[in-house]
């Protein structure tokens, strides 16, 4: 079941603390509701066009706002800034640490807004704080799967209980591809809109092996079998092999599972006895590594059975020098 | 389908042991089952599933089962959770 988030307390906001913020005004407005995964920089709002300046979310202040306010006459300058901060704005952050003027802060201040100056400049401040906000409002989602880094490609294997997810992990962790999450992934989407997943942090670096227990990955094989999230490429389904079912036999089924509206390449792999599932799922990997940049070989061998080989006499006609005769 | 609202009794909540029971137990069962906490869903038959949860004594879960022997599963795991999981006497 996909989770919308609620909104936040502006000063609860995660990553706040590595936006260099170095001083803040009315502060004790801090726990003003953010509730808009988009930043917004006011712009024309100050001249006085409010249309599109949106409650709950956070307005950034850089060196244009700042300059326009500067430039307006004192009576000029308050109208705007009050017509402005009446819409109950969540909070401001000044950019290049902009010192905000007292009659700004103190506008503010009337509609409980408070004023954050950070660091940053304006372009790094506005993609980092949209990158934290876009994980926290994030539609999420946990999926039963161990997701893997095989070759640079997320892939997630999925399957019942007990059909060997875990253990074909640990054999993929053994060849040197890194875990990410085992059994339970948590994926959200992210401002490109790409499928992220990562661990719960209950249970990051743990696998569980059936005889052996709960493994911490990371102390039995280091820092470079894990890793701590993933775009997902692939889902490889893990199913029984049944003699009754289809399974692909060119390699040219195109298959996709949904996850939160986006559609993910899928394979069924049939667990059988005597299939190495590991090797099995490396080659998988390549192939759609090579199937994303056009190569199909099933294509290849579409085309008509090549002839068989000519008759004796005819090879003889187009022998270099058989012209001699 | 079914679903059962089970309150959490034993002391130390769903932590690893007590986790590790219930997908024993869990895993005796073919129907499909799952644990519904604060909107989360997971596979009973989940070890890491479970643990991800971080439910604790005196919280209420849902289980849900479907499948054939989902009334049994039900019971057994619902009586689990009423002996505390065998761990206080």
Known sequence: ?325 | MIEKKQQITNKLGLHARAAAKLSHLANMFSADIYLIYNDDKVNAKSLLGILTLAASVGNEITLQAAGSDEQEAIRAIGELFDRKFDEES
């Open chain 1, 1 to 325: 079941m996909p989770k919308e988030a609620k909104g936040i307390q502006l000063g609860q906001l995660p990553g706040l603390s590595q936006l260099k913020i170095i001083r803040v005004f009315n502060e004790k407005w801090l726990d003003n509701q953010v509730n808009h995964p988009r930043p917004q920089r006011p712009g024309l709002g100050l001249t006085g066009y409010l249309n599109h300046i949106q409650e709950g979310r956070i307005q950034i202040f850089g060196r244009t706002e700042a300059g326009y306010l500067r430039s307006l006459k004192d009576a000029e300058r308050g109208r705007c800034l009050k017509n402005y901060f009446a819409l109950k704005l969540p909070g401001i952050i000044v950019s290049e640490s902009i010192t905000p003027e007292p009659d700004w802060i103190a506008a503010a201040g009337r509609y409980a807004t408070p004023i954050l100056v950070s660091e940053l400049h304006t372009a790094p401040l506005i993609s980092r704080l949209s990158a934290f906000l876009y994980q926290y409002f994030a539609r999420k989602i946990k999926m039963n799967g161990v997701l893997m880094d095989i070759m640079g490609q997320g892939v997630l294997l999925t399957g019942a209980s007990g059909i060997g997810k875990s253990e074909t992990a640990l054999e993929l962790v053994n060849k040197g591809y890194q875990l990410i999450a085992d059994d339970v992934t948590e994926f959200y989407l992210d401002s490109n809109d790409d499928l992220v997943g990562r661990a719960n942090e209950i249970i990051k670096n743990l696998m569980e092996v059936r005889g052996l227990g709960i493994i911490n990955i990371h102390d039995i094989f280091g820092s470079a079998a894990v890793l701590d999230e993933k775009t997902l490429d692939l889902v490889i389904n893990l199913e029984k092999w049944d003699p009754k079912k289809k399974y692909d036999r060119l390699g040219e089924d195109n298959l996709y599972f949904k996850i939160l509206g986006l559609e993910v390449p899928l394979i069924n792999l049939p667990v059988g006895p005597g299939r190495n599932l590991s090797t099995i799922i490396e080659v998988a990997v390549r192939n759609f590594v090579a199937k994303k940049s056009g190569r199909k070989t099933y294509l290849e061998l579409r085309s008509a059975p090549a002839p068989s080989l000519p008759a004796a006499n005819e090879t003889a006609a187009t022998e270099p020098g058989s012209e001699v005769s």
